[in-house]
C-alpha cells in the first residue's frame, strides 16, 4: 500500500521562505502589514510545497467561511423544472468562483423548512445569503435578517415595510411589459389578454401593472391568473378563451406559461400569430426558441441578475451604478414568430 505523503504545515512554508510561522498565517489569511518582499517569498514557498490551507483554522481566524448560501423559497419540484432557476444558479455560481467562495443550496419545500434555514443561517456557516423567489407574506426575510448575515434579495422587495435600506437586485418588469403590450397594440390588436404570475410576487405584480399601464383598467377583464408554469399557462388560456372567444391577443408573464398557452390555442384551432399573437417574458432560449411558433418575448438578462447579486455580496452591497439600495436591469423585446 502506497503511503500519503505528509501534508505540508504553515512551518514547513515559514522555514522554507525564512520567515516567522506568524507572518505566514498574515499572508495566508490575507492580513496587512508585511511587506511585499516578504509577501513573494511566502507566496513562492506556498507554491512550492503546494500547501493548502486548513479551511477550519482559517475561519477561526478569519470568522469567514468563503462559503455563501443561496436560498430559494420554491419546492425542489419548481426549482428544478423552470430554466430560470438554472440560469440564475449559473450566473451566482460562476462569481463565487471567480472568488474562490462555495455555493451551499438551501430550499424551501413549505413554511416549516423556514425555520430550519434561518437556523442554519444563524450557526455561522456561511459568510452571506442570496435570496430569490419571495412571496409577499414569506416570513423569510425577516428570519434571514434575524439571523445576522448579509443577505442580497432577488427581486424588488415587496414585503419591506421601507424602513430599512434593502440590497436587490431585479429586472424592469413594469417597463418591459409595457413594451410588449405596446407592441401588441402596434401591431393592430385590440382585445389583448394577460395571463399573471402568482400575483404575491413583485414580479408578477409588476408585469400585472406594465400590462394595466397600456389596456387602462378596462383590461382588467382580460386578466386571468397563472403561476409561471406551462399548466398555469394552460389553464389560464382556456379560461380567457370563454371568456372572451375574440380575443386577438395574449401576453404572458413568462415564457413558460405562453408554451402553455400556446398549446391551448392551437388545440382550439387557433392560428399564432394570425389569429392570435402570444408574448412572453424572460426569453429564456431552451423555451423560447422551440415553441409554435418560435416566441416573441421579453429578455432579461437572468444569468447577469445573479452575477450582480453574488458581487453585491461580495463587495458589501455597494453598486455604484445604483441610486439606492436597488439595482434594476433593463430588459429588452425579442421579435419572433409569435407576435
Do not use: C
Amino acid at each position: 500500500m502506497t503511503e500519503t505523503a505528509p501534508r505540508p504545515t504553515l512551518e514547513a512554508v515559514a522555514a522554507r521562505a525564512g520567515v516567522s510561522r506568524a507572518t505566514v498565517s498574515r499572508v495566508v489569511n490575507g492580513g496587512d502589514g508585511v511587506r511585499e518582499p516578504l509577501v513573494e517569498r511566502v507566496r513562492r514557498a506556498v507554491e512550492e510545497l503546494g500547501y493548502v490551507p486548513n479551511q477550519a483554522a482559517r475561519s477561526l481566524v478569519t470568522r469567514r467561511h468563503d462559503a455563501v448560501a443561496v436560498v430559494i423559497a420554491e419546492p425542489e419540484t419548481r426549482v428544478f423544472a423552470d430554466p430560470f432557476f438554472a440560469l440564475q444558479l449559473r450566473g451566482i455560481s460562476k462569481e463565487l468562483t471567480a472568488h474562490d467562495n462555495q455555493l451551499v443550496l438551501l430550499l424551501t419545500e413549505g413554511r416549516d423548512d423556514h425555520a430550519r434555514v434561518a437556523r442554519y443561517l444563524a450557526g455561522g456557516h456561511v459568510d452571506g445569503a442570496l435570496v430569490f423567489s419571495l412571496h409577499l407574506d414569506d416570513p423569510l426575510p425577516g428570519l434571514i435578517q434575524g439571523a445576522g448575515v448579509p443577505t442580497v434579495f432577488g427581486g424588488r422587495p415587496g414585503w419591506s415595510d421601507g424602513t430599512r435600506d434593502v440590497v436587490h437586485v431585479d429586472s424592469d418588469n413594469r417597463g418591459g411589459a409595457r413594451e410588449a403590450v405596446r407592441h401588441l397594440v402596434d401591431l393592430g390588436r385590440r382585445r389583448v389578454a394577460h395571463i399573471t404570475g402568482p400575483l404575491d410576487q413583485t414580479s408578477a405584480a409588476d408585469r400585472l401593472q406594465g400590462f394595466l399601464d397600456v389596456m387602462g383598467d378596462t383590461g382588467r377583464r382580460l386578466v386571468a391568473e397563472g403561476d409561471f408554469t406551462p399548466g398555469g399557462g394552460e389553464r389560464a388560456m382556456r379560461e380567457l378563451l370563454d371568456r372572451s372567444p375574440d380575443l386577438d391577443a395574449v401576453f404572458a408573464a413568462n415564457d413558460l406559461s405562453a408554451a402553455g398557452a400556446l398549446r391551448v390555442l392551437r388545440a382550439h384551432g387557433r392560428r399564432v400569430p394570425e389569429d392570435v399573437a402570444v408574448v412572453g417574458f424572460d426569453d429564456m432560449l431552451p423555451v423560447a426558441e422551440q415553441t409554435d411558433p418560435p416566441l416573441t418575448t421579453v429578455r432579461q438578462d437572468i444569468e447577469e441578475m445573479g452575477r450582480i447579486m453574488a458581487r453585491l455580496l461580495l463587495h458589501g452591497g455597494h453598486d455604484p451604478a445604483a441610486s439606492g439600495p436597488g439595482t434594476v436591469l433593463p430588459t429588452t423585446l425579442i421579435r419572433r414568430a409569435s407576435a
